[in-house]
């Protein structure tokens, strides 16, 4: 085998993408080093883009990428997009072995009627946005009518409409951009309602996040003790479910029972409801809904319908992946079809040296420590065939260098993402906040010192 490295691209550097780069790193034999390709100048995915901005813990595992960072053998390439900086097939050429994990990089759509209305938005745009997320600082929500309405029941439906919630003592600590700050601080939305087209015990939220709502200093949460009532195959369902189903059943019996206390903000859970439409003449006026019924655990519209009146609209009703480049790609399921993360190709069979992680190998399910053992089966096939001789090393990291160089390609290392996170941080520090996020490409290459001309 030799004491040659074998060189890995791993592309994408989410949590996916750093348990595969962890994983790769501590294996002694055979050695490995991997070069993290990311498109953006930032690395940590939706760890510093996703994560909501009040759940610090949850972004605290970013320590352990920057731990993952500091092994030998790793390097960060960030500001490099494949299939416009470097080809799917170059990196084949070039590296042992290439781990894609890119993720989910757009929404699902609900397809009825209105969704493109101005002021119907994907609740990932929202994210995005109050996360500081480069390509979407210049987005502006309308958040002067009374009621906003998020779709979907979901850990990030509740995100949104907590962030919605939030009041300027709750956001002042937190990493939201500032703009972000401003335009929930001086919303006018006095309730925002969450819809599930299912029920209360169907719903994919977790616990912790649904107790978390009765915590908010500025909202009440509202729901309608006539919603919990199940019927009897919801019934058995709860019977059978998993302690976190019967946590969520007690928290939303809580709130039914609980008197609201009139504050500023509410945020009104309702189940076995469907949009079937987006109204507005020009832009959002009202959401058109269908009441539901339970058959067989799928939710079937009755005749009942109803129109609400609200300004703005979040459809969270989950990621979606999108192919990449010459990448294989199943549009049904859309990953990459993979065996254990061993990519295939159409035939079934698998693409040497081609590996997925994360998101983009097994959909858009699970919370960020489920990569860590996501990214670890992966990397256990790339290693027995890096053992049973699959795998070439990979050329020298001159020739990639050599190629982004030629192609004027502004690559931010680890040392510029360095520099970008100290910035942020003693831009924040006076201000008693973790950090004052850059949101844009050129501030952003600037602090990685990076000047000069955009190609
Ligand atoms: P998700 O958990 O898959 O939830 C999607 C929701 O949208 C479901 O309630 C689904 O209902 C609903 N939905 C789908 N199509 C719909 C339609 N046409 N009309 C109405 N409702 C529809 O997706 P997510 O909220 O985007 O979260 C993605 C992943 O990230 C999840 O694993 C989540 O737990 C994780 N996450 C975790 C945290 C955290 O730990 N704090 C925060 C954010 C995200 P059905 O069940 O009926 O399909």
Redesign the pocket.
């Known amino acids: 085998m030799g004491d040659r490295p074998y060189r890995v691209a791993v592309v994408g550097s989410g949590p996916a993408g750093f348990y595969a780069v962890g994983a790769l790193l501590a294996c002694e034999e055979p050695r490995f080093e991997v070069d993290l390709i990311e498109r953006l100048p930032t690395p940590w995915g939706l760890v510093r883009l996703?994560?909501?901005p009040d759940?610090p813990n949850?972004k605290a595992v970013s320590r352990a990428f920057e731990k993952i960072a500091r092994a030998p053998g790793f390097r960060f390439l960030g500001n490099v997009e494949v299939g416009r900086d470097i080809r799917h097939q170059e990196l084949v050429d070039h590296y042992a072995a290439v781990v894609y994990a890119f993720g989910a990089q757009t929404d699902?759509r609900?397809g009825i009627p209105g969704e493109d209305l101005p002021g119907c938005w994907p609740a990932t745009a929202f994210v995005a946005w109050y996360n500081g997320h480069p390509d979407f600082q210049g987005l502006e929500f309308d958040l002067s009518h009374e009621r906003a309405v998020v779709?979907?029941?979901?850990?990030?439906?509740l995100?949104v409409a907590r962030m919605l919630a939030l009041t300027p003592e709750e956001l002042e600590p937190t990493d939201t951009t500032d703009a972000a700050i401003e335009a929930i601080n001086a919303a006018g939305v006095e309730e925002i309602l969450v819809?599930?087209?299912?029920g209360p015990v169907?719903?994919?939220?977790?616990p912790?996040?649904v107790g978390e709502l009765g915590e908010l200093a500025g909202a009440d949460v509202l729901v309608d003790a006539s919603d919990l009532r199940l019927d009897a195959a919801s019934e058995r369902e709860l019977e059978a479910a998993a302690p976190t189903v019967k946590r969520n059943i007690e928290h939303l019996r809580d709130y039914a029972a609980r008197p609201p206390l009139g504050k500023p903000r509410a945020i009104r859970l309702r189940f076995l409801v469907?949009?079937v439409a987006v109204l507005g003449d020009g832009k959002v006026e009202a959401i058109e809904l269908v009441r539901n019924e339970l058959v067989d655990g799928r939710?079937v519209p009755t005749g009942e319908r109803e129109i609400v009146p609200c300004g703005v609209v979040f459809r969270?009703?989950?990621?979606r992946g999108t192919p990449l480049d010459d990448v294989p790609f199943d549009p049904e399921s859309c990953t990459v079809p993979n065996s254990g993360g061993r990519v295939l190709a159409d035939g079934g069979e698998p693409v040497p040296g081609l590996y997925c992680a994360g998101w983009i190998k097994r959909g858009?399910?699970?919370?960020i420590g489920t990569n860590k053992k996501d990214a670890t089966e992966t990397v256990a096939l790339l290693l027995e065939d890096a053992r049973s001789g699959v795998l070439a090393h990979g050329s020298d990291a001159s020739v990639v260098d050599g190629l982004l160089g030629a192609r004027g390609v502004r690559v931010v290392t680890q040392e510029g993402w360095e520099a970008i996170d100290l910035a942020e941080r003693s831009a924040g520090e006076p201000r008693g906040r973790p950090r004052l996020k850059l949101g844009e490409w050129e501030s952003l290459l600037a602090a990685a010192g990076l000047d000069g001309a955009p190609r």
């Open positions: 996703g994560v909501a759940h949850i699902r609900l779709i979907g029941n979901g850990n990030v439906a995100d819809l599930g087209r299912r169907q719903a994919a939220w977790t912790v996040e469907s949009p939710a969270s009703v989950g990621y858009p399910t699970g919370v």
